[in-house]
C-alpha cells in the first residue's frame, strides 16, 4: 500500500501513478542533500524506488519516505533529526552531493 508522503502512489494500493521525471529528479537532489548530512548518498531507481548507499558499500533499497528515512537510520546508526543545529547548518550551506 502507498504513503501519503509518495504521491506517485495510488492511495487504495492499486497500482502507481507516476511522478514527472522532473518532480521526482527534485525530489532526489532534496533527499540527497538531507541523506549526505548522514553519510548516505540516495538515488533514484527507475522512478520507483531509492537506493541508498553509505561509505561502506552497505545499500538499501526503499520505495516510500518512511522507508528513507528509517534506511539511512539503519546505515548511518542515527536517525535524521531536522532540528539538529549541524543538519540545520548544512542544509542552510546547501552543501549537496557529498557523503
Known amino acids: 500500500m502507498g504513503h501519503w508522503s509518495s504521491p506517485g502512489r495510488h492511495p487504495a494500493g492499486k497500482g502507481r501513478d507516476p511522478l514527472p521525471a522532473a518532480t521526482r529528479m527534485a ?8 541523506c549526505a548530512h548522514a553519510g548516505i548518498a540516495v538515488r533514484d531507481w527507475m522512478l520507483t524506488s531509492w537506493i541508498l ?15 528513507v528515512w528509517d534506511g539511512v537510520a539503519r546505515l548511518s546508526g542515527r536517525p535524521v533529526d531536522p532540528l539538529d543545529d549541524a543538519f540545520i547548518a548544512h542544509m542552510e550551506a ?6
Open 27 to 34: 525530489q532526489a537532489r532534496a533527499l540527497a542533500m538531507i
Open 94 to 99: 546547501g552543501t549537496a552531493g557529498t557523503r
Open 53 to 67: 548507499e553509505d561509505r561502506a558499500g552497505g545499500a538499501l533499497i526503499v520505495e516510500t519516505l518512511p522507508e
